[in-house]
C-alpha cells in the first residue's frame, strides 16, 4: 500500500506539473504557420520610404530597418509579410517588429510562416497590434541577425596576416510590397573595404560607412547583388550549441550556474601548419589577430567558486577579478583557437539566491529572473546555433510557469534526480536557435509553487534514513551470531 500511494503521489505530481506548463505555453513552439502551396502576399501595402542599416562591426550581420508603410486597400489591414530567401530563412535570429514611434507598446507579433517547402522565398508575417486603416500609415522598425552569413576570403591566411571577410547581399531590401523610396547603409568595423559592388554612383562612402541609394520606384520581389569585402582580423565566433544549468537551493540560499560550451572560429584557415615560437612573439606586441586569444565572460557582484575546465580538466590560465559592482572571469583556452579550430568547455560560478528569487506575498508562489544568457561577452560578438537552458527547481515545485525573451523551439519538464531526492527536482528545459549575444541583457522570468511542507522534505528524509540507519545498527546489535552454546 505505501508503495502505490508513492506511485499516485507521483504521477498526481508530475501532472499537476505538465499542465501547468501546458496552459503557459499558447503560442506553437515551432513558430511556424502553415498556409496554402499558392499563398502570395495580398498588395494591400506600399513601402513609402525605407531606410536599411546593415552593421558588419561584429561577426555576425546585424540588420535594423525603418519602413513607413501605407495601406493602400479599401480595408483595414493587420498582416505585413516580410520575405526572404529559402537558404537564408533558417538562419535568420531574433527578429523583432514594433512601432518605431510608440515602442513603449511592446512587440508585434512575428512567426514563419509555411506554404512551400519547394519554393524558393519564404516569409515571415508580422501582426500589427491594431488594424491600419485605408491610407493610414505606420513606420515599422523591424531587428533582425543573420547566423553563418559571412564567409572569410581568402579561406587560408597566414598566421600574422590580416584577415577579410565576405558579405553578399541585395542592394534593395527583399519586400513583398512596391517600394517607392529607399536607401541602404553599411557600417563596416574599419575603413579598410578593398571590394564592392558599384551600382551606378553607388555606394556613397563617408569613413566607415557605405551607402547605396537613394532608390525610386522599386517593385515588389526586385533585388540588385551586392557584394563587399572587408578587413576583419578578428575571431569569427560561432558556438555549435551551448547548455546553461540553473540549479536552485532554497535551503542553501544559493543559485548554481553552468554553462557548457561547444565552440568554434569560422574564420579563416591557417594555410601552413601553426607555429608556436611565432605565436610567443606576438605576445610581447599583441598585434590583432584572427585566432581566439582569450574570452571575456562578465559576471554580477557576489559571484563565488568560479570554476574554468575544459575536456581535459582544470584550467588554470583564467583569471578572477570580483568588485562591488560586477565580476570578471577572463578565460584563457590551454591553445590559440584559429580558423576552422574547435574548442570545447564548462564554466560554473556559485551567486546569492535573494538576488535572483522573491516570494509573493500571502501565498506559496515565488519568482526567478534571471538572464536567459549571460555566456562570453567580446566586441566581435558571439553566435549561438542552439541554445539550451535548464532551471532545476526545488523539488515538490508544482505550478510552472515562464515568459522568454525570444522565440523556442521546444520546452519541457521533467524530473531532475539528485542526491537524497525522493521524486526528483522539477526542471524546466527550454530550447531556442539562433540566438546572439544581444540576449545577455534579457530575462527570463519563471513562477512556482513551493509550500513550506515541501521545504522540510529533505531535512525529513534525511532524519528517517539516519534513524532507519541507527535502528537496523541496533537490530542487528541484538542478534545472536555467536558459535558457541551459551552458558
Known sequence: ???????????????????????????????????????????VFKNVNLLRNINLEKCYPRETI?????????????????????????????????????????????????????????????????????????????NFAILSALTPLPARIGQTDKQYLLHTFSAYFPSAYPTANQKTKLKFPGTEVPEYTEIGTSPETQGSTFTYGPFASIPAGASELVRVRYEFTKPVIHATSMERDIEISHWGGNLAIEERYWLSNLGAHLSHP??????????????????????????????????????????????????????????????????????????????????????????????????????????????????????????????????????????????????????????????ALNVFDDVREKDLIITYDYPISLLLRKPLSIFISLLGVFAAAWALGQVDISIGKKR
Open 1 to 43: 500500500m505505501k508503495g502505490l500511494a508513492t506511485t499516485v503521489t507521483l504521477c498526481s505530481f508530475l501532472s499537476t506539473t505538465v499542465y501547468a506548463l501546458e496552459s503557459n505555453l499558447t503560442k506553437p513552439l515551432s513558430s511556424r504557420i502553415i498556409l496554402p502551396s499558392t499563398f502570395k502576399p495580398p498588395q
Open 66 to 142: 525603418n519602413v513607413v508603410i501605407e495601406n493602400i486597400d479599401s480595408k483595414a489591414q493587420d498582416e505585413y509579410f516580410l520575405p526572404f530567401e529559402a537558404s537564408l530563412v533558417d538562419k535568420v535570429g531574433g527578429l523583432e517588429a514594433r512601432d518605431k514611434n510608440e515602442p513603449e507598446n511592446g512587440l508585434f507579433e512575428a512567426e514563419l510562416v509555411e506554404y512551400d517547402p519547394y519554393s524558393s522565398t519564404q516569409f515571415y508575417r508580422i501582426r500589427l497590434q491594431q488594424p491600419l486603416k485605408p491610407s493610414e500609415q505606420l513606420t515599422l522598425n523591424i
Open 274 to 431: 601553426f607555429s608556436r615560437v611565432s605565436w610567443a612573439t606576438t605576445a610581447y606586441y599583441n598585434p590583432p589577430t584572427s585566432a581566439i586569444r582569450e574570452l571575456r565572460h562578465p559576471l554580477r557582484a557576489g559571484t563565488l567558486n568560479p570554476y574554468f575546465v575544459d575536456d581535459i580538466g582544470n584550467v588554470s590560465t583564467s583569471r578572477f577579478r570580483s568588485g562591488p559592482r560586477d565580476a570578471n572571469v577572463d578565460l584563457k583556452p590551454r591553445y590559440p583557437v584559429f580558423g576552422g579550430w574547435k574548442y570545447n568547455f564548462r564554466v560554473g560560478w556559485d551567486a546569492n539566491l535573494k538576488y535572483f528569487v522573491r516570494k509573493v506575498s500571502g501565498g506559496d508562489s515565488y519568482v526567478l529572473k534571471v538572464p536567459f544568457l549571460e555566456g562570453i561577452k567580446m566586441a566581435e560578438g558571439v553566435e549561438y546555433e542552439r541554445v539550451q537552458v535548464r532551471v532545476i527547481l526545488p523539488e515538490g515545485a508544482t505550478n510552472v510557469k515562464y515568459d522568454a525573451p525570444l522565440p523556442l523551439v521546444s520546452a519541457e519538464i521533467s524530473a531532475h534526480r539528485t542526491f537524497m531526492d525522493t521524486l526528483g527536482r522539477t526542471a524546466l528545459k527550454l530550447t
